[in-house]
């Protein structure tokens, strides 16, 4: 019986191609992999779907799109048309969803309210292709410490009135601990969320963090208490399958092996 | 006539003890200091509150206080006794606040819920203290990355709602342009704060931050709009001064004067 658990594949990008890292994750007995855009360029959409197909796993979700204020109003288009393709992408590789991200200020704005604006009007626009792709958008609240450079949208309850504004149909939330864990309106926000849970990702938060993105945790290794959020999650109505997903040089120096066997233990210690 | 602008002393205490600081700011026009604890005891209580009372100068805050939790439930009451000891220097040094933070997790906690508890506990014992000897708690959330290791309490809006139900009283709050600028209810909980605002700090948000601590910028070096933040505060009634702290490893190598001017420069030019 395969683990409960996804592995992003942005936790092994240094180690392994696809194809490399879609076999591994099979062979420690993951029951799904999610892929980046990169990776998936790289190898080729048909092959990564056939690839993902052949090896049994779920595609869990597709990463990232949103972003959509983030080089400025004069490329928000692009961004839109971008964001398309990806939707395109993610229903020929069968993904669950697409991970959505705020996305930072344009080069050279203070102007944060207005880049959330954009998000929303950004969102607004791909949504009806999504729904007719059948590709669920999972919307995820990056840390405050990214709101500048990469997730102006920081906090669930933020996400969450984007999606009522928005009506919610073809919208998710992904939770994902490395993000929220510190929010005082933790429980009440996943609570609220509910049946929009549609991705619950994993990952410590060390103590000292030595650099804001590349020096996030292996579950256990830093101060998330993870039996306390899953029981928040399963309270919303939401039991499906967690990904890890670690940003860390430390594990990106680590042979692709071990840091496989290192999450798929910790899983089942720490976070279960 | 003087700037409306105050100088957190850790801004300069790479370069300067407290006597020499406190006659920098003068001489660079600054109407008010705040020095931390470190550097009080470092040149003494009766001759701190000599130097200030000497210079003509307020002492806009005394830093800084809270942080009950930090060392765990057995160490609550010794931090709650050396709390108030700090409500006795500050009204000696005549500070007009002490600036209050949440503190991080006690070594090996996961138990962010039980450190805001503790956070509430202590500060409730420390309140009357505090009102009879007129020294203002001045709550002040930090930035989410520090909820860890510094201040569990992250957002005006949890800070309010713990200033609500401890009465108010003798409890102001510190609005720090740094902790507070990401925040989506930036806006509505500055609003909320109202009259309580007894402090607007400000120092700016760089991209990239190299340190998590000691990378904070000079204000116009970063993506802060201390002009909106201005005016949501002025809005809730508070046109008081403002005061710098940067954290900063540059700045921190530079000249004092270099760096006194040149927050002066700024704040006359960036946030007024």
Redesign the interface.
């Known amino acids: 019986m395969p683990l409960n658990l996804s592995l992003n594949l942005a936790t092994v990008r240094m180690q392994w191609k696809l194809p490399q890292a879609v076999e591994a994750a099979a062979r420690h007995g993951f029951a799904g992999v999610a892929p980046w855009r990169e990776m998936v360029q790289e190898t080729g959409i048909a092959q990564t779907a056939r690839i993902c197909l052949d090896s049994g796993l779920r595609v869990t979700g597709y990463c990232r799109g949103g972003l959509f204020g983030a080089d400025g109003r004069e490329n928000l288009k692009a961004a839109i048309d971008d964001n398309k393709r990806m939707i395109d992408e993610a229903a020929a590789i069968a993904a669950e969803c697409i991970v959505v991200i705020g996305g ?2 344009p080069p050279g ?4 309210p207005a880049a ?1 604006a954009m998000f929303v009007e950004g969102l607004a626009a791909v949504l009806p292709h999504a729904r007719d792709c059948g590709v669920m958008l999972a919307l995820e609240p990056m ?3 990214y ?3 990469r997730g102006c ?3 669930l ?2 996400m969450l009135d984007i999606a009522d504004t928005l009506g919610n149909d073809g919208l998710g939330i992904a939770v994902d601990t490395y993000h929220v ?5 933790l429980r009440v926000q996943i609570d609220r969320a509910g049946k929009r849970i549609v991705a619950h990702h994993i990952c410590d ?1 060390l ?3 030595k650099h ?1 993105l590349t020096d996030r945790g292996m579950m256990g290794d ?4 993870f039996p306390a959020i899953r029981r928040m999650v399963e309270a919303a109505g939401y039991s499906g399958i967690q990904e890890v997903e670690i940003f860390s040089d430390y594990w990106w120096g680590r042979p692709g092996d071990e840091v496989l066997a290192t999450a798929v233990e910790r899983f089942k210690t720490v976070c279960t």
């Open positions: 930072g200020l704005s203070r102007d944060l959330r840390h405050p410490m709101a500048a450079d949208i920081t906090t309850r933020e864990w510190w929010d005082p309106e938060w103590v000292p963090t804001m830093g101060v998330i208490d």
